[in-house]
């Protein structure tokens, strides 16, 4: 686990503990100390812990004017034990949405399993707040098994994720290429839910 580093080709366009806005402001990192860790594996020093024990993020990339946020998951998403959606809805998205961010993509690769909660309140008030502001959340290149714990718990109320939205290539792009791709995608999936 140490050795997977968040996606680093984007940086000369965006980094977030340089960014004011951004919750991650003013964070120094070391290549050298791991502090952060998944059960008992050490994570790379690049990836920002925003509260769970089991799932980090990184912000990869953030328009203000566009409204929209890129970021990078990696871990265990687990609702079940430790309520992983609170922590990433209070201290990472609701930060960025008091910032006009009405439009995530999370790039889900590296996330390894999901346990979902009975309790679905969190992904309701997110999904309400981004109708009222025209944006959305996507969860991008998910793992089957985390697919069908999604599917499962019917989180594909709140968020779009599943087949439309796996394999893509993302990381070979620019941010606004892939926002453009995925606006492509939901518009596209839309006009069939219609």
């Given at each position: ?150 599917y499962a718990a019917h989180l594909d ?38």
């Amino acid at each position: 686990m140490h050795d997977i580093e968040p996606h680093f080709r984007w940086r000369e366009y965006y980094c977030a503990e340089d960014d004011p806005r951004s919750p991650f402001a003013g964070r120094e990192y070391s290549e050298f100390e791991f502090k952060n860790k998944l059960y008992n594996f050490f994570l790379h020093p690049q990836w920002d812990a925003f509260g769970s024990a089991t799932l980090y993020g990184k912000i990869l990339f953030a328009d203000y004017e566009e409204g929209y946020a890129l970021i990078e998951l990696i871990g265990e998403w687990n609702d079940t034990l430790h309520n992983d959606i609170m922590f990433l809805k209070r201290n990472l998205v609701d930060a960025l949405m008091e910032e006009g961010i009405s439009r995530f993509a999370f790039f889900c690769e590296n996330v390894l399993n999901f346990h979902a909660s009975i309790d679905d309140d969190y992904y309701a008030e997110w999904s309400e707040e981004l109708l009222e502001m025209g944006g959305w959340a996507m969860l991008i290149n998910i793992r089957p098994q985390v697919e069908e714990e999604l599917y499962a718990a019917h989180l594909d109320k709140y968020l779009f994720f599943g087949e439309d939205y796996n394999d893509l290539v993302w990381r070979n792009q620019k941010p606004a290429v892939v926002v453009q791709l995925l606006e492509t995608i939901l518009h596209g999936r839309m006009k069939r839910l219609n």
